[in-house]
Every structure is written in C-alpha cells, then in structure tokens.
C-alpha cells in the first residue's frame, strides 16, 4: 500500500501546508474536484482530492471542502494556487494539524493532471518489482538521507550505476529502472558498459552521468540533471565525462561558488562593460573562442582588427593578466564555463 508520505518525498512540486502527521495515509487514488457537491458526493475514502478551488465562493467555502473531504476519508487535499485562492488560510492549517490531515499546495504554473498522474503511476508502481525500484532510486535521488531505501533492494557500495537524462517523459525499456521529475525522465543502468548504454538509448538525445555508486548517487544525480540543463541543444547521446572542464565545475554544483569564482576572474571587465558598454566580456569571449586570431574575432564583431587588439590589452590591464600564459587563459575560460553554468542550473 501506498502512503502520502511516499508521494511527498518523490513529488517536487508539492509543499506541505498542514497535517504532516497524516502523511502515513494510505492513498489509492486521485480524484478532481472544483466544487462542494462533486467533493461532497463522489470523493471517496483513501483519495487525495485536488483542487484550483474554480468552483469554490471564497476562503470559507474552501475550508468547507477541505473538512468535507476529511469527512469523506480523502487521505489529503491538494490545492493550486492561483487566480482563485492565492494562500491557505490559518484555519486550514490549523484544521489540518489538529485533525492530521495533510493539505498540501502547488503553484498556478504547474499542471495538476501531471502531478495525478505521476501519483497514479507511483501507486501502479509500487505493486511490481521494477516500480518498486524506480521508486527507490527517485526517493534516493531527491532526498539523500534515503539511502537506506537503495540498501533494502538489495544495492550496496559495489554496485556501480549511470544516470541518464532525457528531456521529457520518454523512458527507456532496457534501463533498469526509471522516474520523472521537472520535465526530464531519469533512466538508471546498473553495472553496464558505455557501449551497452549508448545502444539502449538508440542515439536519442540523452546526458549520461559519469560512474558512480549509492554513497554518490544523490550527489551524481544533481550534477547530470544541471549537464542536461547546460547542454540541453545537444543532440545525441553525451557522456559526461567526455565535455571537459565542464565535467569538474559542473560536480562543484554549488551556484554561489560559481558565480565567486568568475566575479574574481572577469568580474572587473563585466563590471567596466556594465557601466561603459565597451563589449570587452564579450570581445574576449569571442576571441578566445577563434583561436585568439585578431582577424577571425574582428570579422564577428564587425570591427577593425586593430580595435580587438587595443580592447585585448585593456582587458589584460583590467584583469591583471597574459592572455598568451596558458594558466592566464585556462582560468578566463573557466570562468566564462562557470558563468555559463551558474545561468542555467
């Protein structure tokens, strides 16, 4: 049997507003309401009700149907914030506390039916081996201190695993297990070659993790899923740990580190173009990018090759830099690479 609590640790869009002393109730299905009498008459035992409140007059009639659902035994109550009620009030929560009936919220630009659907889905799952499975790796995955869940399905520190993303909900049959979550689906291969993964993933477009086990997973399972975001244009099948000095800033997976390490590197020019409008970020980038040829970098921008070269000089000034020392122009790329990474996780 299936507990809310399950739904709640592997549903990212769900917040708790009360009743978390209700979350060991056993939910069997999903159920769309919008308005007292479809609450009142149809919602069943075990259900977890969910709302826009399209239907509902105003904050009293909401807190009517949610006490209707708990006298129906709903296991719980989801509602989307919106246009119709922009909060839960206090006596909801408080009812939710006193009677451990979980109302749980999400917000306006999230899709209901998808969050039902993925509930369904987990409770179909539960009741097979490989749902059993895919429901562990995603507990693991979103909540690190789950480990344990991966150990009683018979996973230890020797199993070695990949994770592949891919966008959208396409899951592959050959993978050993599989979830979904912020619009990519996960696939997990257990102690396979990365010939053997290629080939099951048939050249889609997916994003492979590098080797890891389960003291690593969680960890593993955030750095792919920003790669995916990184790279998402890519097409194809992308390991990796075949994208370079990606591969080690994208494992730091910490934004803030991120963005520090390029504020000390190109922080000054990017602060000099923001108040001037020189273009030297953007002049240096585009440099580096063509092999440092004065020529081929005058040709993009549309400017005298000499301008490149009178910006370069002021950039090294600014910077405090050779842009011919190798260590010089390995850490402006990584700083351009970190920037770029800390934009789209």
């Known amino acids: ?197 290629a080939e099951a993933l048939n050249n889609s477009t997916a994003f492979v993790s590098g080797e890891c086990n389960i003291n690593s997973y969680s960890k593993c399972f955030a750095v792919t899923e920003n790669f995916a975001r990184v790279f998402a244009n890519k097409d194809g099948v992308n390991f990796i740990e075949d994208s370079g000095i990606y591969y080690m800033l994208l494992s730091l997976n910490d934004k803030t580190l991120l963005n520090f390490y390029a504020d000390s590197v190109i922080g000054k020019i990017e602060k000099i173009d923001k108040n001037n409008k020189n273009e030297l970020v953007k002049t240096l980038k585009t440099y580096l990018d063509n092999k440092k040829s004065l020529s081929a970098a005058a040709g993009i921008l549309s400017v005298h090759k000499n301008t490149v070269n009178n910006k370069i000089k002021k950039i090294e000034n600014a910077l405090n830099i050779d842009i011919s020392d190798p260590n010089d122009e390995l850490n402006v790329r990584c700083a351009f690479i970190a920037r770029e990474i800390s934009e789209k996780i």
């Open 1 to 197: 049997m299936t507990k809310l609590r399950e739904v709640f640790e592997t549903e990212r869009d769900l917040t708790l507003a009360g009743g978390k002393n209700g979350l060991d109730n056993i939910i069997e299905l999903t159920h769309m309401a919008e308005n007292m009498e479809i609450c009142r008459d149809f919602v069943r035992e075990n259900e977890l009700v969910f709302t826009t409140g399209s239907g509902l007059r105003d904050e009293n009639e909401l807190f009517n149907f949610v006490k209707t659902a708990h006298k129906n035994r709903a296991c719980g109550v989801v509602i989307n914030f919106g246009p119709y009620f922009p909060n839960v009030s206090n006596a909801i929560i408080k009812f939710a506390d006193d009677n451990a009936f979980p109302v749980f919220t999400c917000t306006w630009e999230v899709r209901m039916p998808d969050i039902m659907y993925r509930v369904s889905c987990l409770i179909e799952g539960e009741k097979t081996t490989v749902g059993r499975k895919s429901i562990a790796f995603k507990t693991a995955a979103l909540h690190p201190e789950r480990i344990d869940i991966l150990r009683s399905e018979g996973y230890g520190e020797n199993t070695k695993l990949r994770i592949a993303v891919t966008p959208g909900g396409y899951a592959y049959g050959d993978s050993d297990a599989s979830f979904g979550t912020d619009g990519f689906t996960f696939n997990i291969f257990i102690n396979r070659p990365k010939k053997s993964i």
